[in-house]
């Protein structure tokens, strides 16, 4: 359609002109010279159609997975001039979706007017995304032209990755306590109440409850309970060199999934978790019982990638003393070398009880769980260290991996 407008205002004055030329009417001259000027002046007022029109977004800064939003683009005419017609487009890297492709079109912009415009975004699957910046795309008054013109400046969506219900992987620690709050009766200065009980010989007479003394006609003492904590650590193996696979299917994000789980599963319980996740950048994060520790949490898994040079060993011998003496901790990782079974028994060695979640590398570049026979020959050394081992298969979905496997892991 616009070669067809193209090629009638070329070869229409041109024939106009042959018309006039040949029978001498200064009327088809004047139409003449009308049309040729047409499009180099409708040309030149598409060009400045853009001059005037900003563009200020307005979303989230922080969505969860899966999670659906909205953007708002507010186009504002800061010009003299009436537009119309004009497509915002805004760059949307891959993970992110918009039913709209990202894009919204401003009709009508008067002189100074603004007009706010939204598009659906879909979260798809975390990470940290740089989103635009927006493209103005109008045409010419005729439709010959079409001109764009890139507009503002990036900005950083972070997407975190999605905890999904597992069962209580969790090994319990050397004292026979899972990673929580687990609770001790006891008498002494306590802040929370228990109940009460008879006196014995030898009980502190400050804690005898005298008005209920006096009503059974016996003593009386209050008993009260205290939380002691056990600690977790998740260790991300974040090596380059056994990471496989590409999108929602990729090693990576079944890692950061089950890491994020793991993480929700023993913050519930009251326990203090810490992260080591070691890449190109350091994203680890201390053992804390800060209220906001699992956004903290969440937000460094949201930005792991796995683009470690070096092995697991290595990640650990710099995070050893981070780690508090006898914490539980779980092991996400897809490599199946000596060296992940060497970090192994560094670590019941130092005696923390291990969860090891082995994401089965062959699975993930488009292998079945039995094309690699040597894999379960890992597994048994894992096992032979004293981890507690589970398989994770990128053919199967993670939830299906966990709920499968994860009540025969916890008896062993």
């Not at 708002?72 to 497509?87: A, K, M």
Request: a positive charge; proline letters at 6%; glycine letters at 10%.
């Amino acid at each position: 359609m616009r070669i067809g407008k193209r090629h009638a205002l070329i070869w229409g004055p041109f024939f106009i002109f042959l018309v006039a030329f040949v029978l001498h009417v200064n009327q088809m001259f004047v139409m003449f010279a009308a049309l040729g000027l047409l499009a180099p002046v409708s040309y030149a007022l598409g060009r400045r159609k853009l001059a005037g029109i900003d563009v200020s977004r307005h979303g989230k800064s922080v969505m969860i997975a899966g999670e659906r939003g909205a953007v708002t683009l507010t186009v504002r005419n800061d010009g003299d001039l009436r537009q119309t017609f004009v497509l915002v487009r805004d760059r949307l890297p891959d993970g992110l979706e918009s039913p709209e492709g990202g894009e919204v079109m401003a009709a009508d912009l008067p002189p100074g007017g603004e007009v706010p415009l939204q598009y659906g975004l879909l979260a798809r699957r975390r990470g940290a995304y740089q989103v635009g910046p927006p493209t103005l795309v109008t045409s010419d008054y005729l439709g010959l032209a079409q001109f764009r013109r890139r507009i503002g400046d990036t900005a950083e969506l972070l997407v975190y990755p999605r905890a999904i219900p597992i069962p209580d992987l969790w090994p319990k620690s050397l004292r026979g306590r899972a990673p929580h709050k687990s609770r001790l009766r006891m008498l002494g200065q306590s802040s929370e109440f228990f109940g009460l009980r008879d006196y014995a010989p030898g009980d502190d007479m400050r804690r005898v409850a005298w008005k209920t003394s006096a009503k059974r006609g016996k003593l009386s003492v209050i008993e009260s309970e205290h939380t002691e904590t056990t600690d977790a650590v998740i260790l991300l193996d974040l090596s380059a060199r056994w990471h496989a696979g590409e999108g929602d299917g990729a090693s990576i994000e079944y890692a950061a999934v089950l890491a994020a789980s793991l993480a929700e599963e023993a913050l519930q319980r009251g326990a203090n978790v810490g992260l080591v996740a070691e890449g190109a950048e350091d994203r680890s994060v201390l053992i804390s019982s800060n209220p906001r520790q699992q956004i903290v949490l969440l937000e460094a898994l949201a930005r792991v990638a796995p683009d470690c040079d070096g092995g697991l060993m290595p990640v650990l011998a710099r995070h050893q003393r981070a780690l508090t003496p006898g914490c539980v901790i779980a092991v996400v990782s897809p490599a199946t070398d000596e060296d992940a079974v060497h970090v192994a028994g560094r670590l019941r060695a130092l005696e923390h009880p291990v969860l090891w979640c082995s994401l089965a590398p062959h699975t993930f570049s488009g292998g079945e769980p039995d094309d690699e026979p040597g894999y379960e020959g890992f597994v048994g050394r894992l096992t032979a260290q004293g981890a507690r081992v589970i398989r994770i298969y990128g053919t199967t979905p993670l939830e299906t991996n966990l709920w499968r496997r994860g009540r025969r892991v916890r008896r062993g």
